[in-house]
T-cell receptor, first 117, second 114 residues
Framework: DTGVSQNPRHKITKRGQNVTFRCDPISEHNRLYWYRQTLGQGPEFLTYFQNEAQLEKSRLLSDRFSAERPKGSFSTLEIQRTEQGDSAMYLC???????????????FGSGTRLTVV | SQQGEEDPQALSIQEGENATMNCSYKTSINNLQWYRQNSGRGLVHLILIRSNEREKHSGRLRVTLDTSKKSSSLLITASRAADTASYFCATSGDYTGANSKLTFGKGITLSVRP
């Protein structure tokens, strides 16, 4: 297992198009998080899954955003009708269950950089 | 919204010197973590300190936590050029479910000159 994998690494899209990102967490991790990071800022929480259940969504996640984790393994984040303000790095992180995050922290992927032109 | 503020926003030091970075946060926490991010990359977990701990060491890293002042500091000793990166502090509530999500500060840019 080589860690958390995110694809694609970079995505350039025209305003109004839909985009989908994929995250493959560490296989034994049942918790998965999506964050968004804009230039010069820290990551901001978007949403959280425990297994296949989406347990929390940030107010940052507008109706144009949807995330899934259908089988409790990989996750996808889709943005519909992209806007220039969606340009950011989208980061995925995973952790083990129970006290895992408390003991070991989180493992982040390298992120998907989205540019909306 | 950001939980805390790191200080300074940018730090430039000579290789071999120590780097001290500070973080303040606003709400009660269960633990505080420090992460490193190289340019354009993901975050790497460095060290975690629990709310009932005051100091922790890991290799060249030393982190302190003062819950009465809602502040933490990260010390990197004998810095190397490879330590050049952005450093973020992040806090979380307990580890049950969604409370385990992290809230990050804006980060500190550390430059270590060879």
């Amino acid at each position: 297992d080589t860690g958390v994998s995110q694809n694609p690494r970079h995505k350039i899209t025209k305003r109004g198009q839909n985009v989908t990102f994929r995250c493959d967490p560490i296989s034994e991790h049942n918790r998965l998080y999506w964050y968004r990071q804009t230039l010069g800022q820290g990551p901001e929480f978007l949403t959280y899954f425990q297994n296949e259940a989406q347990l929390e969504k940030s107010r940052l996640l507008s109706d144009r955003f949807s995330a899934e984790r259908p089988k409790g393994s990989f996750s996808t984040l889709e943005i519909q009708r992209t806007e220039q303000g969606d340009s950011a790095m989208y980061l995925c992180a995973s952790s083990s269950g129970g006290a895992g995050p408390y003991l070991y922290g989180y493992t982040f992927g390298s992120g998907t950089r989205l540019t909306v032109v | 919204s950001q939980q805390g503020e790191e200080d300074p926003q940018a730090l430039s030091i000579q290789e071999g010197e120590n780097a001290t970075m500070n973080c303040s946060y606003k709400t009660s926490i269960n633990n505080l973590q420090w992460y490193r991010q190289n340019s354009g990359r993901g975050l790497v977990h460095l060290i975690l300190i629990r709310s009932n701990e005051r100091e922790k060491h890991s290799g060249r890293l030393r982190v302190t936590l003062d819950t009465s002042k809602k502040s933490s500091s990260l010390l990197i000793t004998a810095s190397r050029a490879a330590d050049t990166a952005s450093y973020f502090c992040a806090t979380s509530g307990d580890y049950t479910g969604a409370n385990s999500k992290l809230t990050f500060g804006k980060g500190i840019t550390l430059s270590v000159r060879p």
